[in-house]
C-alpha cells in the first residue's frame, strides 16, 4: 500500500487549499478513503472520509462546510478541498485508506501551515 499526498504549504487565513492523495498497491476503487490530521503536539484527529464509490462523505465538525473531500477513481487518487482556512488547520495532513472498518493505512503526511 502507498499513498502519497501532494505538498501541502504554506496558506493564508481565509484562503483555499487542495489536498491530493495518490495510491498505489490496493485496489482504489473498491476503498473507502479518508484524511487525518495531527496538529503540532496534539493527537491525531479525523477529518474525512467517503466511501468507495465516492457516493457518501462524512464530516469533522470542524471541516463541515468548509472541506470537500472528493475521489477520481479513474485517476486513483483522493482530494480534500479546503476553503476559508483558519489558523487552527495547521496540521500534518494524512491520506488514509480503510481496510475494514477504519481508516488505517496511511501515507506520510503533508503540512499545511495557516498563518
Known amino acids: 500500500v502507498q499513498l502519497v499526498e501532494s505538498r501541502g504549504g504554506l496558506a493564508q487565513l481565509g484562503r483555499s487549499v487542495t489536498l491530493s492523495c495518490t495510491a498505489q498497491g490496493f485496489t482504489f476503487r473498491t476503498t473507502p478513503m479518508g484524511w487525518l490530521r495531527q496538529p503540532l503536539g496534539k493527537a491525531m484527529e479525523w477529518v474525512s472520509d467517503i466511501s468507495a464509490s465516492g457516493a457518501t462523505a462524512d464530516y469533522e465538525t470542524f471541516a463541515k462546510g468548509r472541506f470537500t473531500i472528493s475521489r477520481d477513481n479513474a485517476k486513483n487518487t483522493a482530494y480534500l478541498e479546503m476553503n476559508d482556512l483558519r489558523s487552527e488547520d495547521t496540521a500534518l495532513y494524512y491520506c488514509?485508506?480503510?481496510?475494514?472498518?477504519?481508516?488505517?493505512?496511511w501515507g506520510q503526511g503533508t503540512q499545511v501551515t495557516v498563518s
Open positions: 488514509a485508506a480503510a481496510f475494514g472498518a477504519a481508516l488505517n493505512s
